[in-house]
């Protein structure tokens, strides 16, 4: 089943795994690292593999089937 969600963030970009831990699809840095690695995470529809890529409001990131929306003004 899959998910939508929308998550604000407080500046005008987060990275990747900062925001699947701020999301709470995974429990920790190291399982973001790991899931992002090994291509399991899509940001508006492309693979990502760098943990550290910015993401920007107005930005999807897709993971595990659930779809995070990137807001501003967390």
Known sequence: ???????????????????????????????????IELGEVSVDGAVEVRRGAQVRPGQTVTFAGQTIRVAAGG
Request: glycine share 8%; proline share 3%; no cysteine.
């Open 1 to 35: 089943m899959s998910a939508e969600h929308e998550v604000p963030i407080r500046d005008e970009s987060i990275r990747l795994g900062q925001l699947l831990k701020l999301a709470g699809v995974v429990d920790d840095g190291a399982m973001a690292r790991s899931v």
